[in-house]
């Protein structure tokens, strides 16, 4: 406890330590599983559902189709990127990226705000870490699954206090 105790007293919440923690959780990200990012995918419903219907259909069915049973928004600007602006060779990279990009806003809260739960440098990166260790395999750098982080980083926004 005492060794704890000794790291937070000298670990201080600056805007240099934000910076780190937010460049070693992008450092955590892409080696969990860094072939994803190397050989990007589309993953289930991002290849046969999403990105299928995109490449065949307008701007204005792409976002007022619902394909599993709801409208899904995140999905929807993914692959009206994926079809209308990018080639279909990017088409995994884009999908793959934005899945890393949506699995960066809950650390970017946690490193940029303060609460109760992450009011000082060690709280935040133990945070960190629970949010990218505990993040399932099948919900990694994909824009399917992103609506189970969107739920978190809804929770994240709602536990911060607001004037932060």
């Known amino acids: 406890m005492k060794f704890i105790t000794n790291i937070n007293s000298k670990l201080k919440d600056t ?3 934000r ?3 937010i460049f070693c959780s992008i450092f955590l990200i892409a080696i969990r599983e860094p072939a994803l990012l190397i050989y990007p995918r589309l993953w289930g419903e991002e290849g046969s559902i999403f990105y299928q219907f995109a490449l065949h259909h307008s701007l204005y069915n792409i976002f007022t189709t ?6 899904t928004l995140f999905n929807s600007i993914v692959s009206a990127l994926q079809a209308k602006v990018f080639s279909i060779d990017s088409a995994p990279t884009v999908s793959t990226y934005m899945g890393f990009l949506v699995q960066l806003i809950p650390v970017y809260i946690v490193t940029f705000t303060s609460c109760s739960f992450w009011n000082t440098a060690l709280k935040k990166i133990f945070c960190a870490l629970i949010i990218i260790v505990t993040t399932a395999p099948e919900q990694w750098l994909n824009t399917t699954n992103s609506h189970f982080i969107f739920g978190l980083i809804t929770f994240l926004i709602m536990v911060t206090p607001a004037n932060t």
């Open 15 to 17: 805007r240099l330590f």
């Open 19 to 21: 910076y780190l923690l």
């Open 66 to 71: 619902a394909h599993v049973g709801y409208l």
